[in-house]
């Protein structure tokens, strides 16, 4: 997977990029073999009754939506979600060759992770999650060129809100930003909504973007709800400093072991 001069250049300028490949439809399509298999399992073993049989021969975004409208409280799909940074093939996007190569193609010598792969589900009509105007950088960025590689898993329409950007804002550098009262960082300043872009992205097309670019969440105004990944890189090579964005904390199942340790 090459990136020509004049992709190069455009990223470079409007600080994004829309790459198409018939491998990343491929990636897809692999992926969502798998987290079929993961999401019928918890169906399976979970307290709410879903017919399984409903969900049989059934994609897995019709999978999804069959599920998140007869849910109550999330309670399928959180698990889901929770469950998606321990997935071997989620954890592996890191080191698949795909994502190493539009990484390295758009300037990161030496790619290491930034985040473990997050995946997104944003549900119809439901922007608790949304994410307002931002930059990557606060969360992971790590060196000047750290790069998102975001994708959807599900077929996208604009209904469901495709990722906003302000392209050429990534030249501002670090822009101030302040916590909103949803727990979510986003900038002090406004920026003019005219200048924004909706980043239309067909099943086999990934978004490639600079942590300086702002952008933010689209509405999900659908019937359904948009399943998508962030893949983040910093570069090794460009790092001013060694250090790692990870930080570890005592697991759940530690706690309560501990607890129970405490009890008797
Ligand atoms: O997918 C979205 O709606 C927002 C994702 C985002 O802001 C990010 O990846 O940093």
Redesign the pocket.
Known sequence: MNINKEDFKKFSEQGFLVIKSKEIAQLKDNLTTYLSEIILHIVKISKIKIDLKSLIGKTFHEQINLIVNKESNQYISKQFFELNTSLLPVIALLNNDLMLNIAKAVGIQKPVAGTLPVM?L?RPNNDYH??PL?Q?YWYSMLSDNSI?I?FGLVPLTSDM?F?EVFPGTHKKGLVAFQNNDKGHFTTVEEYDEKTKESIKLEYDEILVFSQYLL????KNISNKTRV?I?VRFNDFKAMEKIATSFTTKPSVFLQNKQKNSKQS
């Open positions: 997104r944003d949304s994410t931002h990557d998102t975001w809100g990722l952008h933010k969440s689209g998508s962030q």
